[in-house]
């Protein structure tokens, strides 16, 4: 109470006073806790709205990610086994051409002499004709390679023209020959 008031009301009288309004400040106070609260509840609403959406289109962007990121996950699979169809295609292709060519270079490079050098060796797969052009130490070793082209039954026409015996020493080489056919069945292999 202020001081500056003289309270003229009986003791009784002046107590109730003070208890209305202690009752006031107290009312006053809840009231006001009251407001705090549904004002921090009503924010936790909205906050949990806007969370809540906040999270949907998130999810949203997510699907909508994985969508795109699958479809070029899938493209790039896609792409993988095409690229791998091809390869055993190829593969398989060559497999079935392999062995044979495997047999008939191996047999080659038997009858090529150590003072012969190769550098070129060029096969046609469907006449099976072979030209090779090289280097040779001396004649005589262009000469032992066409005795042993001659000699094995694997190759066929060897074709030797005399410009390979122009030079006694350091003597570079041309030859052109056949496949024997029966070594090389290229054209029914294929078709089985």
Known sequence: MPSNYINLLPKEDQKEVVLEKINSKVLNFFLWIFVSLAIIAALFVAARFYLK????????????????????????????????????????????????????????????????????????????????SGFAKNREAILLLRKNLLSSEYFLDVN????NLTRPTDANFNYSFYINPKYLFIETKAKD
Do not use: C, M, Y
Request: aromatic share 8%; net charge negative.
């Open 160 to 163: 030797f023209p005399l410009s």
């Open 53 to 132: 959406f906040e999270l949907q289109t998130t999810t949203d962007q997510i699907a909508l990610q994985q969508q795109v990121v699958s479809k070029e996950e899938n493209q790039k699979l896609k792409n993988q086994l095409v690229e791998f169809n091809n390869h055993l295609s190829n593969l398989i292709i060559l497999s079935e051409h392999h062995a044979l060519w495997s047999e008939i270079v191996t047999e080659f490079a038997r009858l090529v002499p150590v003072e012969v050098a190769v550098d070129s060796f060029v096969a046609d797969r469907k006449t099976g004709n072979i030209k090779i």
